[in-house]
């Protein structure tokens, strides 16, 4: 299995500019999720989705930030307009459900996308 | 007072060192408890889950107790590669995780 694949691996832009962050869940996985990580604020979860519906967006930091899941394969999360405080590492995770209607709870990382806003 | 707090190190050991970090957590109904390690620049990566009898995996014993609310992470013969920060998380429902901060660990020759 390929793992969690997120893209861009690295973006940098300007402050204004809309930011698209995109993810590929572990096939087969129910639950996905949006994590930031800063040295500041450490790993913070953003929203996450399970099959394929929005179950938490409170961590969401403002009306800026916005996320979908359109098929069982594919989020995005989507930053317009950004500004440098958004800049950290984005982290999508997935997690498969068991019998019983919880998730296992071993999220699965992808990469990250490190995103830079100047 | 955070979800999850773990002491944030750094701890700085030689090798063959015995080391445990401790996390503390607030929610007396959590569910499921995990130890993630993170090397730097990477992701998270599951280390081992905490079970209430305790388990072992190798160099690496986790405790969950649940009384006091702390879950423990001891590594023994600490190696150079042990070196990483480890992240105490916390289940309080289905799906849903929250992670400390962080506890960083150097292991030196």
Known sequence: DAGVIQSPRHEVTEMGQEVTLRCKPISGHDYLFWYRQTMMRGLELLIYFNNNVPIDDSGMPEDRFSAKMPNASFSTLKIQPSEPRDSAVYFCASSLVIAGGSSTDTQYFGPGTRLTVL | ?109
Do not use: H
């Open chain 2, 1 to 109: 007072r955070k979800e999850v707090e773990q002491d944030p190190g750094p701890f700085n050991v030689p090798e063959g060192a015995t080391v445990a970090f401790n996390c503390t957590y607030s929610n007396s109904a959590s569910q499921s408890f995990f130890w993630y390690r993170q090397d730097c620049r990477k992701e998270p990566k599951l280390l081992m889950s905490v079970y209430s009898s305790g388990n072992e995996d190798g160099r690496f014993t986790a405790q969950l107790n649940r009384a006091s609310q702390y879950i423990s992470l001891l590594i023994r013969d600490s190696k150079l590669s042990d070196s990483a920060t480890y992240l105490c998380v916390v289940n309080f429902n289905a799906g849903k995780s929250t992670f400390g901060d962080g506890t960083t660990l150097t292991v030196k020759p």
